[in-house]
């Protein structure tokens, strides 16, 4: 499966790219063609070409976990509020800071 890519306002296509690249291409962080059975860097360097179909991991989050978090973060702001913090002050100064890790 290739996708053509093209950027906004761009004339012409940037080439053609696999959805999902064989374990080789990823390992050596290569471009894939996600031709099958083996793609084009597979075939041409003659090495065992496999593609995956286990999941990454990075699906959509549960209804039921969102929906926690909402409740967590309304629990929170009232809070904040109880207290007499301004919430949308307080997130622009945040907002503000330089991260330090």
């Known amino acids: 499966m ?3 890519v093209a950027g906004p306002g ?3 296509t940037r080439g053609r ?4 690249a064989c374990q080789e291409c990823r390992r050596r962080r290569a471009k894939c063609d996600g031709q099958k059975p083996a793609c084009s ?4 360097r003659q090495l065992h070409c496999v593609y995956t179909t286990e999941d990454d991991g990075r699906g959509m989050a549960p209804k039921a976990y969102v929906r926690q978090l909402q409740a967590r ?5 009232e809070i904040l509020r ?3 913090i301004d919430i949308d002050a307080s997130a ?3 907002m ?3 991260v330090v890790l």
């Open 2 to 4: 290739t996708d053509n």
């Open 41 to 44: 860097r597979c075939s041409g």
């Open 82 to 84: 109880m207290h007499s």
């Open 10 to 12: 761009k004339s012409g």
């Open 92 to 94: 622009a100064q945040l």
């Open 96 to 98: 503000q800071r330089k």
């Open 73 to 77: 973060v309304q629990i929170l702001e």
């Open 17 to 20: 790219y696999a959805a999902k």
